[in-house]
């Protein structure tokens, strides 16, 4: 995909080549709103809205990092969501999907890593927005600092505080569950705590 060609020529106003970034970011775009809002109807409304929001005003666009002005605008959508419902989440996000166990792993390690997995999404909802969003953008979606911090139209320091502090509070929340835990990182008395 060339995308400084579909970004121009969606510019222009051609539909087909925004639909082309559509493809491109939709699965990105959506994963965020769905770690932000918990539910997923709210974060296909949320990447809906998102995308309508991006096709309007691709015209603003000055060039730089597509992406991370994608994902500003999902993560405004997801802020605006919570704000109008002045609501912590209260439903579960879905199952996380992950690969069945295959051969060399063993059914009781699939489970504890599926429950894990549910575990870490439990901590996510306890985190402040704004800290889940630096979260999910870093450690879920993969972007570094600099394109996190544009996302978030906060400076360097302010996201990696952020990330800090929620992952602080993630391993607080995990740590009240050391049986979830791999023994590898896992509390006993004969080890240091968790990093």
């Known amino acids: 995909m060339d995308e400084q060609a579909l970004v121009t020529r969606s510019q222009q106003g051609d539909l087909d080549a925004f639909n082309g970034l559509v493809l491109a970011y939709q699965g990105q775009a959506y994963n965020v709103a769905l770690r932000m809002l918990g539910d997923s109807p709210s974060a296909e409304d949320a990447t809906q809205d998102a995308f309508i929001s991006a096709y309007r005003n691709i015209a603003s666009f000055r060039g730089g990092n597509f992406r991370a002005w994608l994902l500003r605008i999902v993560s405004n959508a ?100 050391p049986e979830l835990l791999p023994d590898s990182i896992r509390l006993d008395s004969r080890r240091s705590p968790l990093p």
Do not use: W
């Not at 570094?144 to 990696?160: P, R, W």
């Open 78 to 177: 997801c802020l605006d969501q919570l704000r109008a419902s002045k609501r912590h989440r209260t439903e579960p996000l879905d199952p996380l999907v992950l690969d069945p166990p295959g051969h060399e792993e063993m059914p009781e390690d699939y489970t504890l890593r599926q429950e894990l997995g549910e575990e870490i999404r439990k901590g996510l909802d306890t985190l402040p927005p704004d800290q889940r969003l630096a979260i999910v953008l870093v450690d879920m979606q993969g972007l570094d600092y600099e394109e996190a911090a544009q996302v978030t139209q906060s400076n360097l320091g302010t996201v990696k505080s952020r990330i800090a502090r929620g992952r602080a509070r993630l391993r607080d929340h995990l740590r009240a569950r």
